[in-house]
């Protein structure tokens, strides 16, 4: 008997604005928990362009794809693709 097992990658690739909200003043709030670099931040936070967490400035990356895996309700990102 032979089983065939799918392995799922555990890297995905997230559309931007799935991830992140763009808001009325340009601001960024996360749709999820997210964490880069170690650093992790959730719905309540905002932030504008030149803010960096985990030495990361989102803004510089708005729109381009995601490289990231989910794990526990948290997304880890890996990168960014260039479209």
């Known amino acids: 008997m032979v089983l065939l097992v799918a392995i799922k990658n555990p ?3 997230y559309d931007f604005f799935t991830i ?4 009325p ?5 996360p749709r ?3 964490t880069v670099n170690g650093v992790t931040f ?19 990356y708005k729109g381009k794809a995601i ?6 309700g948290v997304l880890i990102v ?6």
């Open 11 to 13: 890297m995905d690739r």
């Open 20 to 23: 992140f909200q763009e808001n």
């Open 25 to 29: 003043d340009g601001s960024l709030t």
């Open 32 to 34: 999820m928990p997210t």
């Open 42 to 60: 959730g719905q309540t936070v905002s932030f504008g362009p030149g803010v960096s967490f985990g030495g990361v400035d989102f803004h510089r």
């Open 67 to 72: 490289l990231g895996e989910e794990k526990n």
């Open 78 to 83: 890996r990168g960014f693709f260039n479209n």
